[in-house]
């Protein structure tokens, strides 16, 4: 079996073990992410944010998109624009996004471009990840194609519930410099 293949049956497990998790865990997890990313220098340093919105099932970012604004940072979100291609378009409040792709909330197409090596910290999905930094997204490779061009720091938000031990590799497959879960920052390549 490939490594394709093998994240296929991975993702389906994720999957439904995300449905198991219970509302309480996810809402204390996600708080607890949200501390973790505030506190870190890298995002308290950082001028230009790129930051998913997080769909029912994810990790809720609308605290951490609201806190970035608020501190005055440029802070910019997903558009996808065609299959597996998306760009960063810049927002100043949530009001303006609206269901694109999938029933993601986006900007629209008039908001401000943002290209990839203006993002300084760029905060990622995932349905799993390793310590190691490896994610494990949803398939469509929207997160590779796009962090492949990106010249910032790249941080995977995921669950600790949601870890896993290995995630089989592609490569097109683009890995993490940190791993932020509600219990601890794993930074990767630093001792």
Request: overall charge neutral; aromatic content about 6%; proline content about 5%.
């Amino acid at each position: 079996m490939d490594a394709k293949e093998e994240k296929k049956i991975l993702r389906k497990k994720m999957k439904e073990k995300a449905l198991g998790l219970g509302g309480e865990y996810c809402r204390y997890a996600d708080q607890a992410i949200f501390r973790q990313v505030t506190s870190l220098p890298e995002y308290i340093e950082s001028h230009v944010v790129f930051c998913y919105v997080g769909t029912e099932g994810e990790i809720d970012t609308r605290p951490l998109l609201l806190d970035a604004i608020k501190r005055g940072k440029q802070v910019c979100v997903p558009l996808c624009t065609g299959r597996g291609i998306m760009e960063a378009r810049q927002i100043e409040n949530l009001d303006s996004l609206r269901p694109g792709k999938f029933g993601i909330l986006e900007p629209g197409r008039e908001a401000p471009l943002v290209e990839p090596g203006q993002i300084e910290l760029a905060l990622i999905p995932c349905l799993s990840c390793t310590a190691q930094g490896k994610r494990l997204g949803y398939g469509g490779g929207y997160y590779d194609r796009y962090l492949g061009r990106m010249l910032g720091r790249r941080a995977v938000l995921c669950r600790e519930r949601m870890m896993e031990e290995w995630i089989p590799e592609e490569p097109h497959d683009v890995g993490m410099d940190l791993v932020i879960t509600e219990r601890r920052i794993h930074r990767i390549g630093e001792m």
